[in-house]
C-alpha cells in the first residue's frame, strides 16, 4: 500500500513542480525565453502521448509527429484559409488528428516491436508526403500562413498561461489514464500479450484505444503549435518530429510522464540556446542522445527515481 | 457424449507442416471430472492444450465446450467462456506486482478493463476473489512483490492463482509442478487437491506419481497419438503406456 501512496505523492510533487516553474517563469524572463518555455509545454505534451504507448504500453510509435502536425495544418488551414474561428479550428485539428490516428491503430495493433516502429513511421511519412504533394491545400513547401490568436490570448503572457492550463489538464487526464484499469491492460500487454489473451482480453482493441487516445493528446499539442506558431508546412508533420518527441520522453525517462518535461526542456533550449553558437547543434543533441543511452538508459528522471529508492 | 461432458475432442489433428502434432486425438471430459494427459516429451500435450484454448486451432477436427463448438473461437473468447489456463513455461506480467497480476486476472472477464479514468483498486467483490485465490495458491502475504522477484515456486502459484480468480469451468493446468523442488510440488499438489470438485480439471504433468494420485482419469499420448486411456490404475498396470512412458521392465 505504501508504494501506491508514494507513487501519488510522486506525481503530485510532479504537478506542483511543473506549476510552480512554469507558472512562475514569465515573472523572471524575457519574452523570448517565454515563449522557448511555451514551446516546451506543447512539446512536452506531444512526448507524454508518445511516451503512453512507449512506457506503458511497450510500442515505440514514429507517428505521433505527423498527428500532431495534422491537428497543426487543421487550424491554419481553417482560419487563414476557410476564415473560419480558432476556437472551432482547435476543436476540429484535434478531432481530425484523432480519427487519423485511429485509422493508424487499426493498421498499428496488428503488429508489435520492430515491425510497430516501422508501420507507424511508414504511415507518418504518407501524411508527410500528402502535405508536401497537395498543393491546392497545403501549400505544398511553401506551408500555410495562420492569422494570428484570437484577442483572449492574443498577448504572449495570457498564451504562455492558457497554454500552461491545457497542459496541466491534459497531464492529469494522461495520468488518471495510465493509472486506470484500462492503463494496468497496456502494462500487461506490454508484459505478455499471450497472457491478456489468455486471461480474456482482446488485446487489439485494447490497443486501438490506446494508439487513438494518444492521436488525441498529440492532436491537441498540435493545435496549441498551431496557435503558438502562426505558420506550418511540411516540416511539422515530417518524421523528425516524431523522432524528437520520442527522444524527449526517452532523455526524460520512458514511462515517468512528468520525465516529457524535461526531456522537452533539454532537447529544445539545446535547440534554441546551442544553434546561436553553431549551426551543429544537432552534433550535440546526438552526444546527449548517446550519453543518455549509456549512463543514464532510464532517461534523467528515471534514474534519479532509481537512486532514490535505492538510497531509502 | 452425453451432455455432462464438459469438454470434447473429437479427432483433433494439429499438423506443422508434413509433421502431425496431434493426430487424430479424441477425448470426453466429463463435467467435474479431473483428467490428465501423460506422455513423453514432443508427446503432442501442450499443442492439444494450445488446440483447446485456440492458441493454435486445430488442422482438422472439433473442440466442443459445453455443447458449443468453439474449434475457431479467438483465445480471448474461449477464456471469457471460462476456459482458463497455467503455462508450461511461466507466463507472468514479471514487471508488475503480484496484486496487479491479479487485478489483471480478475477482470479479464469481468467489466471495467476498459475503464479509462477509473481507480486503479479493485471493488469490494473482486478484491475479495482475488484475496481467495491468493490464500488458495499460499501467497497471501506476497501482494506488493515485483513478481520477477517472487521465487519459481511462486510464480508457479501465482501462474495457479491467476487462472483460478478468473472462476473457470475448465481449468487446464500445463505441467504446473515442472522445475519445482519435491517439497514445492507437494504444495502445488495440495493446492489441486484443495479446488472445488465442481471445477472441471484437464492437466499435464510428466511426474506419474503425482498426477496419478490427483485425478480420475488419464489418457497417454506417444508421438501426437493416444496410446490409452483409463483410471489411473489401469495406466499403471497397461503395458505400452510402461513400455513408452515408464520405461520397460528391468
Not at chain 2, 480439471?201 to 503425482?210: A, G, P, Q, S, T
Request: with cysteine; charged share 15%; proline share 2%.
Amino acid at each position: 500500500m505504501s508504494s501506491t501512496v508514494s507513487a501519488i505523492q510522486r506525481s503530485a510533487l510532479g504537478f506542483v513542480l511543473v506549476l510552480v516553474i512554469f507558472g512562475t517563469l514569465p515573472l523572471v524572463v524575457s519574452s523570448y525565453q517565454m515563449s522557448i518555455a511555451n514551446e516546451i509545454l506543447i512539446f512536452a505534451l506531444l512526448a507524454m502521448s508518445i511516451d503512453v504507448l512507449a512506457g506503458y504500453a511497450g510500442r515505440t510509435s514514429l507517428g505521433h509527429g505527423a498527428l500532431f502536425g495534422i491537428s497543426t495544418y487543421v487550424v491554419i488551414y481553417w482560419t487563414s484559409v476557410y476564415g473560419g474561428s480558432a476556437w472551432v479550428g482547435c476543436l476540429l485539428g484535434v478531432v481530425v488528428a484523432t480519427l487519423v490516428a485511429a485509422i493508424f491503430a487499426a493498421f498499428a495493433v496488428r503488429v508489435s516491436g520492430v515491425y510497430f516502429l516501422l508501420l507507424t513511421l511508414a504511415l507518418g511519412m504518407i501524411v508527410w508526403g500528402v502535405c508536401l504533394r497537395w498543393t491546392s491545400i497545403t501549400g505544398g513547401e511553401n506551408g500555410i500562413r495562420g492569422v494570428g490568436r484570437p484577442d483572449l490570448i492574443a498577448s504572449p503572457t495570457a498564451f504562455y498561461y492558457a497554454t500552461l492550463a491545457v497542459v496541466l489538464l491534459m497531464t492529469f487526464l494522461i495520468w488518471r489514464f495510465v493509472r486506470s484499469p484500462f492503463g494496468l491492460t497496456l502494462r500487461g500487454i506490454r508484459d505478455s500479450e499471450s497472457r491478456m489473451r489468455s486471461l480474456g482480453y482482446g488485446t487489439s482493441a485494447h490497443m486501438f484505444v490506446a494508439f487513438t487516445v494518444t492521436g488525441f493528446f498529440a492532436g491537441v499539442a498540435g493545435a496549441l503549435y498551431a496557435l503558438f506558431n502562426n505558420f506550418v508546412s511540411p516540416s511539422t508533420v515530417q518524421l523528425s518530429q516524431s523522432v524528437e518527441g520520442l527522444l524527449m520522453a526517452i532523455i526524460g525517462g520512458i514511462g515517468t510522464l512528468f520525465g516529457s518535461f524535461i526531456g522537452a526542456a533539454a532537447i529544445i533550449m539545446l535547440e534554441n540556446f546551442v544553434s546561436a553558437y553553431t549551426a551543429r547543434w544537432q552534433m550535440v543533441l546526438g552526444v546527449m542522445f548517446i550519453v543518455t543511452m549509456i549512463f543514464a538508459p532510464q532517461g534523467i528522471l528515471g534514474t534519479l527515481r532509481m537512486l532514490l529508492i535505492r538510497k531509502r | 457424449m452425453s451432455d455432462a461432458s464438459a469438454l470434447v475432442l473429437e479427432n483433433i489433428v494439429v499438423a506443422f507442416g508434413a509433421l502431425k502434432a496431434v493426430d487424430n486425438v479424441s477425448i470426453a471430459v466429463r463435467s467435474g471430472e479431473r483428467h490428465a494427459i501423460i506422455g513423453p516429451n514432443g508427446a503432442g500435450k501442450t499443442t492439444l492444450f494450445n488446440a483447446i484454448t485456440g492458441v493454435t486451432p486445430p488442422t482438422a477436427g472439433r473442440v466442443v465446450f459445453q455443447g458449443q463448438d468453439i474449434t475457431r473461437r479467438s483465445v480471448q473468447g474461449r477464456a471469457r467462456m471460462g476456459i482458463s489456463r497455467t503455462f508450461q513455461i511461466t507466463n507472468l506480467f514479471p514487471s508488475l506486482t503480484v496484486d496487479e497480476n491479479m487485478q489483471l486476472a480478475v477482470r479479464g472477464n469481468g467489466d471495467g478493463k476498459f475503464s479509462m479514468f477509473g481507480a486503479a483498486e479493485l471493488n469490494a467483490g473482486q478484491a475479495e476473489r482475488a484475496s481467495a485465490a491468493l490464500s488458495i495458491s499460499r501467497l497471501d502475504t506476497r501482494g506488493a512483490v515485483i513478481v520477477s522477484e517472487l521465487s519459481y515456486g511462486e510464480q508457479r502459484q501465482l501462474e495457479m492463482a491467476m487462472a483460478l480468480v478468473a472462476q473457470p469451468k475448465l481449468l487446464l493446468l500445463d505441467e504446473p509442478a515442472a522445475g519445482l523442488s519435491p517439497a514445492e510440488r507437494i504444495i502445488v499438489a495440495e493446492i489441486i487437491r484443495s479446488l472445488s470438485h465442481d471445477l472441471t480439471m484437464v492437466l499435464i504433468e510428466h511426474d506419474m506419481e503425482l498426477v496419478l494420485n490427483l485425478v480420475e482419469r488419464v489418457t497417454c499420448l506417444n508421438n501426437g497419438q493416444m496410446l490409452a486411456e483409463g483410471t489411473p490404475n489401469e495406466i499403471r498396470s497397461n503395458q505400452l503406456v510402461q513400455d513408452v512412458y515408464l520405461g520397460k521392465a528391468r
